[in-house]
């Protein structure tokens, strides 16, 4: 078992910046690839950004990319998401998640992940 645990999120205006963190206990946690989606409200859950175990491989979803930089360290059990040049549209709740190593391709799929965080809500006022 993987616990995540995220934090970070909060109230910010258009254009600040955040950054999140997910913080893993239990088993080893260089061992997986870890992602981040996000939720708006009345929206499926998307696919924002994934960085494989040793932080080789990085992917982000087209929206994203250029303003969210998504980094770990393995020695800290941590994955950050760092959020630039925030849009009210990035409004969600943003969600971190483990599982197996594999093609970032595959990684973008939610169903990809064996373990989640509870969340952490990040609102962008426009």
């Known amino acids: 078992q993987v616990q995540l645990v995220e934090s970070g999120g909060g109230l910010v205006q258009a254009g600040d910046s955040l950054r999140l963190s997910c913080a893993a206990s239990?088993?080893?946690?260089?061992?997986?690839?870890v992602g981040w989606f996000r939720q708006a409200p009345g929206k499926e859950r998307e696919f924002v950004a994934v960085?494989?175990?040793?932080?080789?491989?990085?992917d982000y979803e087209d929206a994203v990319k250029g303003r969210f930089t998504i980094s770990r360290d393995n020695a800290k059990n941590t994955v950050y998401l760092q959020m630039n040049s925030l849009k009210p549209e990035d409004t969600a709740v943003y969600y971190c998640?483990?599982?197996?190593?594999?093609?970032?391709?595959?990684?973008?799929?939610?169903?990809?992940?064996?373990?989640w965080g509870q969340g952490t809500q990040v609102t962008v006022s426009s």
């Open positions: 960085i494989r175990r040793n932080g080789g491989l990085r």
């Open positions: 998640a483990a599982g197996g190593d594999t093609s970032v391709i595959i990684l973008r799929r939610s169903m990809s992940f064996d373990y």
């Open positions: 239990g088993r080893t946690f260089s061992n997986y690839a």
